[in-house]
């Protein structure tokens, strides 16, 4: 399969490594970094970034600077129009970077939410983790599947998104009879690959797409700020299009 190709118009790039990798730069920003004991990431702007600690080595911790605090696997750090800046201590640390560099009137702050403080929208086919919260510029979020679950058949009128896989093994699931409208797709109007992590889908408006989980599978998420612009094609529990209000009872 080559690295890059696209799929009922669905862009799909492969990444051979978790050390060090850029998925998305420019609406928004989407990178994994590799921090080894001792070594350093830094922001200073107008702009905003969302770090994730994705994991670390064993008594390891992430150090904000600024702050003042230590993060472990799982804790994020919002830095808004200002700067900060993370050392890993002893031990390296994986991070994930999200956010993006347009202004959006937020007042300068840096905050910390926990693993457990963090929102979770509980879905039909398992969760989603809204790291980022209702940021106006941005969202970055964690989505978890069951393994045998599958999203809506769904496509987006404004939003545009990067989803990569870290865990797990999916299915997707996309549109190869480009002479349908996606309202009126059928079965047999559509295809659907495989793919293992670390796997990128850059999804753009009106781009129709599912994921099927064939193992239990984690996925990042950044993309632009629209989380209720959701169409739904096809949906196993017959859920209507945007935001379903009951996923939100915490």
């Not at 994705?54 to 992430?62: C, F, M, P, R, Y």
């Not at 964690?142 to 990569?164: A, I, M, P, W």
Request: contains cysteine.
């Amino acid at each position: 399969m080559p690295d890059d190709m696209y799929l009922g118009g669905n862009l799909i790039r492969q990444f051979k490594t978790q050390q060090s990798a850029v998925f998305a730069i420019g609406e928004y920003c989407f990178e994994i970094v590799r921090l080894e004991s001792g070594k350093t990431w830094d922001f200073g702007g107008d702009g905003t970034r969302v770090v994730l600690v994705l994991s670390t080595d064993k008594g390891a911790s992430v150090i904000a600077t600024n702050s003042g605090r230590g993060l472990v696997s799982g804790d994020a750090i919002t830095i808004e129009a200002s700067r900060e800046t993370l050392t890993a201590k002893s031990g390296a640390a994986t991070l994930i970077v999200s956010g993006c560099d347009a202004a959006a009137g937020q007042k300068a702050e840096i905050s910390i939410l926990n693993a457990d403080e963090q929102y979770t929208v509980h879905k039909p086919w398992g969760s989603e983790t809204w790291i980022s919260g209702e940021h106006p510029t941005f969202s970055f979020k964690r989505v978890s599947l069951f393994k045998g679950q599958r999203t809506s058949l769904q496509y987006h009128r404004l939003k545009r998104e990067t989803n990569v896989l870290f865990e797990g093994q999916i299915a997707l699931v996309y549109k190869e009879n480009s002479q349908v409208n996606n309202d009126n797709v059928a079965d047999s109007d559509l295809g659907r690959a495989v793919f293992t992590p670390l796997s990128a889908i850059d999804v753009t408006p009106g781009i129709l797409h599912r994921i099927e989980a064939l193992e239990d599978t984690v996925l990042y998420e950044v993309s632009t700020p629209h989380l209720d612009d959701v169409v739904r094609v096809q949906d196993d529990r017959g859920r209507g299009d945007g935001r379903v209000l009951s996923e939100h009872r915490q």
